[in-house]
């Protein structure tokens, strides 16, 4: 899914369930990716851009098949639940690395209930 540039902010839980959603491009102006935004659907990996300062709280909760995540800004903050819980493809504390040009990768290959 596109947004128009237009769009500058996301609301709490504006995609949630729609289990169809599988890819998501977010706009420039877009820097915190909301509460319980993406739960409930069909993410298989995410890339993060790095205008994106915040993932609050359960927002990709229930992406059951997410196994890989790339963080492109390091410093970006994480709230409670953001990834993990009931990503089953996803560990619970796997390793951060950096590519050469400083960009933040989550990759997981094992499972967690």
Do not use: Q, R, W
């Amino acid at each position: 899914m596109e947004l128009p540039d237009s769009v500058k902010t996301l609301g709490d839980a504006c995609f949630k369930y729609c289990s169809n959603l599988s890819e998501f491009k977010f706009t420039p102006s877009i820097t915190a990716i909301p509460k319980e935004c993406f739960m409930g659907c069909n993410f298989t990996s995410l890339t993060v851009p790095k205008h994106i300062k915040l993932i609050d709280t359960s927002a990709y909760y229930g992406n059951y098949g997410l196994k890989k995540i790339i963080l492109l800004n390091p410093t970006v903050k994480i709230g409670e639940d953001g990834f993990f819980t009931d990503c089953m493809s996803i560990g619970t504390a796997g390793p951060i690395t950096y590519d050469e040009a400083g960009k933040a990768k989550y990759d997981y290959d094992f499972c967690y209930a």
